[in-house]
């Protein structure tokens, strides 16, 4: 018989790890909430037809949450060996395919996986953005990613441009995905309660999601740009050959800012190198 979430972390003397970006989510109402929206957007009953991973699962409320809506199956990557030891027990209790990686999700290659296949996960928020930007540059591999976090570096993803929240993140995400926002989580849904809210977000591919060598041009040239973003492009993006007559042959001002290029022009700019 499983212990309700409060319980196990208590039975398993499951304190949270600053140095894992750990923060438990153990209301299961809220848990149940963040698979509920994420289904009901895809407009889908249950994942029985798709293979979940999730990133990080801690005491498994998520990961419970999950299990009850009939995953074809579900693989969970977990660094910390005591939440192994949390999602050993509760493979116990499921007939589901259940899968069980202690590693790193930055070095867990995904494709692995049989597809179609989903993401699910209250990420570690100290690695939150890289690992977003490792699955955007293979969205096409990807049904659906539903991810949580930090709800500034949500507005950060989310953000239009002409906006100080507008940056390399924006462009990549909004190129390669329709977003749409989930919920937000105040400090006291989480134990221990982190200083700031959380934002769960739903990533679906686009039809013709940028691809990953176009990202990495992208990635490359929105560095220099938004690394010195009060400087205009002919200054920040000096170091690229040509610059001046690249962007004005896209009809872009040499005098523009960062901010102002949408994530379309950025795309386009990438091609021309």
Not at 64 to 69: A, G, H, P, S, W
Not at 91 to 118: M, V
Not at 230 to 247: E, G, H, N, V, Y
Request: proline residues 6%.
């Amino acid at each position: 018989m499983l212990l309700s979430l409060r319980d196990t972390v208590k039975f398993y003397g499951l304190a949270a790890e600053k140095s894992l970006g750990q923060n438990f989510l153990l209301d299961e109402e809220i848990v149940g909430s963040i698979v509920e929206k994420s289904l009901k957007t895809q407009s889908r009953k249950d994942f029985h037809d798709c293979n979940i991973i999730e990133v990080g699962p801690g005491p498994g409320g998520l990961t419970r949450m999950i299990l009850k809506n009939s995953p074809k199956s579900l693989t969970v990557v977990e660094m910390d060996e005591r939440c192994v030891r949390i999602m050993q027990d509760l493979k116990q209790e499921t007939d589901c395919p259940f899968n069980i990686i202690n590693g790193d999700a930055l070095e867990f290659e995904e494709k692995n996986i049989a597809a179609p296949r989903q993401i699910i996960s209250n990420l570690p928020y100290n690695i939150s953005v890289p690992l977003l930007l490792k699955w955007l540059a293979k969205i096409a591999e990807f049904e659906a990613l539903t991810l949580m976090f930090q709800k500034e570096v949500a507005e950060r993803i989310t953000a239009p441009r002409c906006c100080k929240d507008y940056g390399r993140v924006s462009v990549i995400a909004q190129l390669t995905c329709q977003i749409d926002e989930l919920l937000d989580l105040s400090p006291q849904c989480f134990t221990p309660a982190p200083k700031v809210w959380s934002r769960v977000l739903l990533f679906r591919p686009l039809k013709n999601p940028v691809n990953a060598q176009e990202i990495a041009k992208i990635s490359q040239i929105t560095a220099l740009a938004f690394g010195q973003r009060r400087k205009m492009l002919r200054q920040s993006l000096k170091s690229l050959p040509d610059i001046i007559a690249k962007l004005e042959s896209l009809g872009i001002p040499p005098t523009a800012r960062a901010e102002e290029l949408t994530p379309q022009q950025f795309l386009e700019l990438s091609r021309l190198y």
